[in-house]
């Protein structure tokens, strides 16, 4: 990771790095640190690890803003996979600017455009604030829509 870090000016990494020095052992183990989230999943023959951006004031881990490392323990603990999407996703606010209302009538419409658009039929149940469920009505084909 340290190579990383150099060939890709990943600043973002080095305080990951200097996590992974203070970890007495690798096993399976869950580490909040401030604005991540370290998850270690161990078996007999690989090692994943999964830094995750969490929201300091929600409290809650934004899963695709997030570094992963896939070592192969049994091969000498070769780098398998690494995925970096942390300087991807860029959180421009924390603060909840709509409604609970709002949000479902976003997202209600959105539905509503999808469907509507493949020339679907749909219904829904309830009032705006306690949709149960929309149902969409179409044919099934093994290809999906």
Not at 46 to 59: N, Q, V
């Amino acid at each position: 990771m340290d190579r990383y870090v150099n060939a890709f000016d990943a600043a973002h990494c080095t305080e990951f790095i200097g996590t992974l020095r203070e970890l007495p052992s690798l096993e399976n183990t869950t580490l909040d640190k401030g604005n991540y989230t370290l998850k270690i999943e161990v078996d007999s023959e690989r090692a994943s690890l999964t830094w995750m951006y969490k929201s300091p004031s929600l409290g809650i881990e934004v899963e695709r803003k997030c570094l992963g490392l896939d070592v192969m323990l049994d091969v000498g603990n070769l780098v398998r996979s690494m995925i970096d999407g942390w300087e991807l996703y860029k959180i421009g606010s924390e603060e909840v600017r709509v409604s609970r209302e709002e949000a479902i009538e976003i997202a209600y419409e959105t539905a509503r455009s999808f469907i509507e658009e493949r020339g679907l039929r749909w219904s829904r149940s309830g009032r705006a604030s306690t949709w149960s469920h929309v149902m969409i009505i179409t044919r099934f084909t093994p290809y999906g829509l």
